[in-house]
């Protein structure tokens, strides 16, 4: 049986308020799904296939998520980080988007996404799984001017691309990790770190 506390935490016609993140250690990886290890508990979390194609089995994971409440089943999806949280959230005032759809778009990769809304690229969009001319023309319609905004909005903690954080990221590229890959890796990277020991960090963690 639901519990009452979870009518109350709907918003967008879907819980987003029970499970906001998750960190454990990878047990299986398949393309859109990851089982996370946490503690005893094995958790199926869907991911943009974007994502899982970055992750690598046996490595410590922290992720934002989205909890999805239906009549009978209570789902998880997961995101490297709030920002591409937020733009699932986005995709699902969409009309006619559900989270297998918004997930769907994500496959593409979130900023390859974020960029085609707010520059109104019909033409990309359209090439999305299960997105035709219409729905292209309708997502642009209701989020490009979000998305803008968004955007343009200064955001707390962001990290700056500064010569010591575009060091790591090379060094991270020059060891074959892709860019989504080094997003994720480095999204809750401690400010302040030298380069070597801002990637002594990364790489441990990864394991």
């Known amino acids: ?11 967008f016609g879907h819980t987003v308020g029970m499970i906001s993140s998750v960190k454990g250690t990878v047990q299986d990886v398949r393309p859109g799904l990851l089982t996370l290890l946490v503690g005893p508990i094995g958790l199926d979390i869907q ?9 690598r089995h046996g490595e410590t994971l922290s992720i934002a998520t989205h909890t999805y409440v239906t009549d009978d089943a209570i789902s998880l999806y997961g995101f490297a980080n709030d920002r591409d949280r937020l733009l699932f959230r986005q995709l699902l005032t969409v009309s006619g988007v559900g989270p297998k759809s918004a997930l769907g778009i994500l496959a593409a990769g979130p900023d390859e996404v974020r960029t085609a809304l707010v520059t109104k690229d019909v033409k990309t969009l359209s090439s999305l799984p299960g997105i035709g001319p219409k729905r292209a023309q309708r997502l642009i319609l209701e989020l490009a001017n979000v998305l803008t905004e ?7 903690g962001k990290k700056k691309a500064t010569p010591e954080y575009e060091a790591v990221e090379a060094a991270l590229e020059r060891l074959g990790y892709k860019k989504e890959e080094i997003r994720r890796m480095t ?11 801002a ?4 790489l441990k963690n990864a394991r």
């Open 47 to 55: 991911v943009p296939a974007s994502m899982s194609a970055t992750v």
């Open 187 to 197: 999204a809750d990277l401690p400010e302040g770190m030298t380069p070597e020991a």
């Open 150 to 156: 968004i955007e343009e909005t200064p955001k707390k």
């Open 1 to 11: 049986m639901r519990p009452p506390a979870v009518a109350a935490g709907r918003d």
């Open 199 to 202: 990637l002594s960090y990364i």
